[in-house]
T-cell receptor
Framework: AQTVTQSQPEMSVQEAETVTLSCTYDTSESDYYLFWYKQPPSRQMILVIRQEAYKQQNATENRFSVNFQKAAKSFSLKISDSQLGDAAMYFC??????????????FGGGTRLMVKP | SQTIHQWPATLVQPVGSPLSLECTVEGTSNPNLYWYRQAAGRGLQLLFYSVGIGQISSEVPQNLSASRPQDRQFILSSKKLLLSDSGFYLCAVTGVFGYGYTFGSGTRLTVV
């Protein structure tokens, strides 16, 4: 079974600085999708960024980018120019293409990001 | 595009009372639906998922049950709530292929 690990329960960053959140996963599949979700204090889950495993190029969405290392099974999220609104819980998630009943996602335990003004 | 509605937003219920949380989806047919629970400051625990009407898979043995009476309706229930059922409940639907989930806005349940 796939597992997703976020080894940093909490992180903090100074406003306008850059922070990287770590995520590793375990899978025997070669094709899959990876996601980062943001959960602000409102607790609404928001998709931040997604990565297709067959694509070499790292995904970027404005100030958010990933460092996808397929061989190392690592999928870190970099937030540049951190803003107070980035303070949230961040979840890394995996979805395989095969043997995936219900197309479900496997989530990491989350990283709480605090942004200091 | 698909949208997901979840209600109520907040619920305070006494121990031993019944529970019914509802989730409905628009803009898609035959969706895969999920119920998750999240304790304060913690991760997501998958409770149930459904790939079709009347088809329910349970991930965790507990005091809860789920039903899917219609294609785009997913209900989480309990006959008698326990204090340990308190938490934040999220409904989710599989999005466009490769795009993960779309989540409902959640229900904050407090059992007193």
């Amino acid at each position: 079974a796939q597992t997703v690990t976020q080894s940093q329960p909490e992180m903090s960053v100074q406003e306008a600085e850059t922070v990287t959140l770590s995520c590793t996963y375990d899978t025997s599949e070669s094709d899959y999708y990876l996601f980062w979700y943001k959960q602000p204090p409102s607790r609404q889950m928001i998709l931040v960024i997604r990565q297709e495993a067959y694509k070499q190029q790292n995904a970027t969405e404005n100030r958010f980018s990933v460092n996808f290392q397929k061989a190392a099974k690592s999928f870190s999220l970099k937030i540049s120019d951190s803003q107070l609104g980035d303070a949230a819980m961040y979840f890394c998630a995996y979805r395989g293409l095969y043997n995936n009943a219900g197309n479900m996602l496997t989530f990491g335990g989350g990283t709480r990001l605090m942004v200091k003004p | 595009s698909q949208t997901i509605h979840q209600w109520p937003a907040t619920l305070v219920q006494p121990v031993g009372s019944p529970l019914s949380l509802e989730c409905t989806v628009e803009g898609t047919s035959n969706p895969n639906l999920y119920w998750y629970r999240q304790a304060a400051g913690r991760g997501l625990q998958l409770l149930f998922y459904s790939v079709g009407i009347g088809q329910i898979s349970s991930e965790v043995p507990q005091n809860l049950s789920a039903s899917r009476p219609q294609d785009r309706q997913f209900i989480l229930s309990s006959k008698k709530l326990l204090l340990s059922d308190s938490g934040f409940y999220l409904c989710a639907v599989t999005g466009v292929f490769g795009y993960g989930y779309t989540f409902g806005s959640g229900t904050r349940l407090t059992v007193v």
